[in-house]
């Protein structure tokens, strides 16, 4: 589980010719804190795009649940990354998600029609679009 970042940048790697996307996928688990892996990199060492893309990749698994954990609710998931802020995200980038989600979420699941994300149903309601 932990190799899934380096083994997706390669994958990446392999792909494109965007060096920021390759760098995004290694470091998204990274944390604000230093705590994260594969490098242990903190604070603005990690590269914006991971900073971002670690944010999103956490709360669409909040939103959406796996098979070891219910899904949570918008506000339930926004209230967790909150918590995280400083530990684990990039606080600026928290408070510009937390005004993202809440400005246009409610206009994306109006959209799509939907209450929580679905990986199947968004891509076919996302399609008919």
């Known amino acids: 589980m932990k190799r899934h970042p380096e083994i997706g940048s390669r994958i990446v790697n392999g792909l494109f010719t965007l060096p920021h996307v390759e760098q995004g996928i290694l470091a998204h688990h990274e944390r604000w804190d230093g705590k994260g892996y594969p490098a242990g990199l903190k604070g603005e060492r990690i590269p914006l795009i991971a900073r971002i893309i670690s944010i999103i990749d956490?709360?669409?698994?909040?939103?959406?649940?796996?098979?070891?954990?219910?899904?949570?609710?918008?506000?339930?998931?926004?209230?967790?990354?909150?918590?995280?802020?400083?530990?684990?995200?990039?606080?600026?980038?928290?408070?510009?998600?937390?005004?993202?989600?809440?400005?246009?979420?409610?206009?994306?699941?109006?959209?799509?029609?939907?209450?929580?994300?679905?990986?199947?149903?968004?891509?076919?309601?996302?399609?008919?679009?």
């Open 58 to 129: 956490s709360f669409d698994v909040m939103i959406q649940g796996r098979s070891y954990q219910n899904y949570k609710s918008v506000e339930e998931a926004l209230e967790e990354i909150h918590v995280c802020s400083g530990k684990q995200f990039d606080p600026t980038l928290v408070t510009v998600f937390n005004e993202i989600i809440t400005t246009d979420y409610g206009k994306i699941s109006d959209v799509i029609g939907i209450d929580k994300y679905d990986d199947f149903d968004l891509l076919q309601k996302l399609d008919a679009i």
